[in-house]
């Protein structure tokens, strides 16, 4: 059974850089059929997608964080990881990793999830 | 970006009652040369991960119970939950993958009257 677990610190201050990490347990990040995606929700909020990575290091960002926004995989290890840089009190947020479906190349729905993690940004 | 816009943002419904959740998209999830809507919905019970229900409009991801359904086509989706249960209450988000820019909608929290 797939799984996925966010790890990272969970306080931060701003201007820093946050640095995350997805561990896939249960099936190989290296499999055709999948990219491996960011996805986060500020507190009481909805969903918002960072960006998702092939294990090709292929990836795909969303404009609105692109500037800021680094996602990596590492097949040996069977991780990827996402790396956001000079955060705000707005990056306050869970983070989800998810496993993105694809068909025909293109991005389709994410499943499953992991757990989440909060990062807080805060002086 | 192709803007979701879910409706209503919160519903109360009596147990074993049906509930009806909208999604309306910005521009048309619909791809003509497959007649497929690009359109997913997901549940996020409290303190949880979303969790997959339906992707492609209206299949059911496995393992759902069949009291859930989507419909819709084009702009505008529905997910309808035909008896509600206790273990139903959750917020809702529909997703639309038709754009490279994945985006979902705003949520709507389900609630027992």
């Known amino acids: 059974q797939l799984q996925l677990q966010e790890s990272g610190p969970g306080l931060m201050k701003p201007s820093e850089t946050l640095s995350l990490t997805c561990s896939v347990s249960?099936?190989?990040?290296?499999?055709?059929?999948?990219?491996w995606g960011w996805i986060r929700q500020p507190p009481g909020k909805g969903l918002e997608w960072i960006g998702s990575?092939?294990?090709?290091?292929?990836?795909y960002y969303n404009p609105s964080l692109k500037s800021r926004v680094t996602i990596s995989v590492d097949t040996s290890k069977n991780q990827f990881s996402l790396k956001l840089s000079s955060v705000t009190a707005a990056d306050t947020a869970v983070y989800y990793c998810?496993?993105?479906?694809?068909?025909?190349?293109?991005?389709?729905?994410?499943?499953?999830w992991g757990q989440g993690t909060l990062v807080t940004v805060s002086s | 970006d192709i803007v979701m816009t879910q409706s209503p943002d919160s519903l109360a419904v009596s147990l074993g009652e049906r509930a009806t959740i909208n999604c309306k998209s910005s521009?048309?999830?619909?791809?003509?040369?497959?007649?497929?809507?690009?359109l997913a919905w997901y549940q996020q019970k409290p303190g949880q991960p979303p969790k997959l229900l339906i992707y492609?409009?209206?299949t059911r991801e496995s393992g759902v119970p069949d009291r859930f359904s989507g419909s819709g086509s084009g702009t505008d989706f529905t997910l309808t939950i035909s008896s509600l249960q206790a273990e139903d209450v959750a917020v809702y988000y529909c997703?639309?993958?038709?754009?490279?820019?994945?985006?979902f909608g705003q949520g709507t929290r389900l609630e027992i009257k």
């Open positions: 521009q048309s999830v619909l791809y003509n040369s497959n007649n497929k809507n690009y």
């Open positions: 492609w409009a209206s």
């Open positions: 998810a496993r993105h479906m694809i068909t025909s190349g293109y991005l389709r729905w994410f499943d499953p």
């Open positions: 997703q639309q993958y038709y754009s490279t820019l994945i985006t």
């Open positions: 249960g099936d190989s990040i290296s499999s055709s059929s999948y990219y």
């Open positions: 990575i092939y294990y090709s290091g292929s990836a």
